[in-house]
């Protein structure tokens, strides 16, 4: 008697002291997202914004890509287009994603296409192995990109490069993504994780409110006007400050 299989789950959460590690988990597929990666991946991400502990986060696949984006064979597989609905506003995972208060770095590896490009778009940082490639293929697919990527596209690359990689849906190496501003830095494959981790535990190593004002600051005024976003930035800092140190006597 041979004994069952269980499948692995979708998503992986660990952590490495205060760092979170979510990790995409359908590499025979390139982490193509289905409902099951939906759901898992909004559970990690509800559990490390929760989590005291926890101060970054790292956004990672397993296998040779980041994500292919939405599974096309679950396209349609739903009850109803109201239950389909219903069920996104429950698990928003993509505003769940955009609204952690405490930094987010995707460490993309292989394809990052479609929803798995906008997931990138989403983190606050972008770190990218040389063999990374990005693209938005949807407008191809008779789709609109639906993981925030026309809004996030457009705050980060400006009006003209938004169209022309949403509309043609063309494929940016990892320096092109570094050239527009995607991506931070560039690594050999092998080295891309442990330096995506020793980045986060960088990051975690600093004060989570102050960093959390400060992406605050940064994401609500891109909504404002200068005069406005400088009086948040301004509020903020008052906050912020550090303690006055006594001047010896």
Same mark, same amino acid.
């Given at each position: 008697? $041979?004994?069952?299989? $269980? +499948?692995?789950?979708?998503?992986?959460?660990?952590?490495?002291?205060?760092?979170?590690?979510?990790?995409?988990? +359908?590499?025979? %597929?390139?982490?193509?997202?289905?409902?099951?990666?939906?759901?898992?991946? !909004?559970? /990690?991400?509800?559990?490390?914004?929760?989590?005291?502990?926890?101060?970054?986060?790292?956004? +990672?696949?397993?296998?040779?890509? !980041?994500?292919?984006?939405?599974?096309?064979?679950?396209?349609?597989?739903?009850?109803?287009?109201?239950?389909?609905?219903?069920?996104?506003?429950?698990?928003?995972?993509?505003?769940?994603?955009?609204?952690?208060?405490? &930094?987010?770095?995707?460490?993309?590896?292989?394809?990052?296409?479609?929803?798995? !490009? *906008?997931?990138?778009?989403?983190?606050?940082?972008?770190?990218?192995?040389?063999?990374?490639? !990005?693209?938005?293929?949807?407008?191809?697919?008779?789709?609109?990109?639906?993981?925030?990527?026309?809004?996030?596209?457009?705050?980060?690359?400006?009006?003209?490069?938004?169209?022309?990689?949403?509309? $043609?849906?063309?494929?940016?190496?990892?320096?092109? /993504?570094?050239?527009?501003?995607? %991506?931070?830095?560039?690594?050999?494959?092998?080295?891309?994780?442990?330096?995506?981790?020793?980045?986060?535990? *960088?990051?975690?190593?600093?004060?989570?409110?102050?960093?959390?004002?400060?992406?605050?600051?940064?994401?609500?005024?891109?909504?404002?006007?200068? /005069?406005?976003?400088?009086?948040?930035?301004?509020?903020?800092?008052?906050?912020?400050?550090?303690? &006055?140190?006594?001047? &010896?006597?």
């Amino acid at each position: 008697m $041979t004994a069952s299989r $269980t +499948r692995a789950p979708a998503v992986l959460y660990a952590k490495d002291g205060p760092v979170a590690i979510v990790s995409l988990n +359908r590499p025979k %597929v390139l982490n193509a997202y289905n409902v099951e990666m939906r759901d898992a991946l !909004f559970g /990690a991400l509800t559990a490390a914004r929760d989590d005291t502990e926890v101060r970054a986060l790292v956004l +990672r696949g397993n296998g040779p890509a !980041f994500s292919t984006g939405g599974d096309l064979h679950e396209f349609g597989s739903a009850p109803s287009a109201v239950v389909a609905r219903a069920a996104r506003w429950q698990r928003d995972v993509w505003g769940t994603l955009k609204a952690l208060p405490k &930094p987010t770095i995707a460490a993309v590896h292989g394809y990052a296409v479609g929803g798995g !490009f *906008e997931m990138a778009l989403l983190c606050d940082l972008c770190v990218a192995a040389d063999d990374a490639r !990005f693209a938005l293929p949807e407008t191809g697919l008779g789709m609109i990109p639906g993981v925030a990527g026309t809004q996030t596209a457009a705050r980060l690359f400006g009006f003209g490069r938004a169209l022309d990689l949403v509309l $043609t849906g063309r494929t940016l190496t990892a320096r092109e /993504a570094l050239q527009l501003g995607l %991506v931070s830095r560039i690594l050999p494959r092998r080295r891309l994780r442990p330096e995506v981790l020793a980045l986060a535990h *960088e990051l975690a190593g600093r004060a989570p409110t102050l960093l959390s004002a400060t992406k605050r600051a940064v994401v609500e005024g891109l909504d404002r006007s200068l /005069a406005a976003g400088l009086a948040l930035e301004a509020r903020l800092a008052r906050r912020h400050r550090p303690a &006055p140190v006594d001047s &010896p006597r």
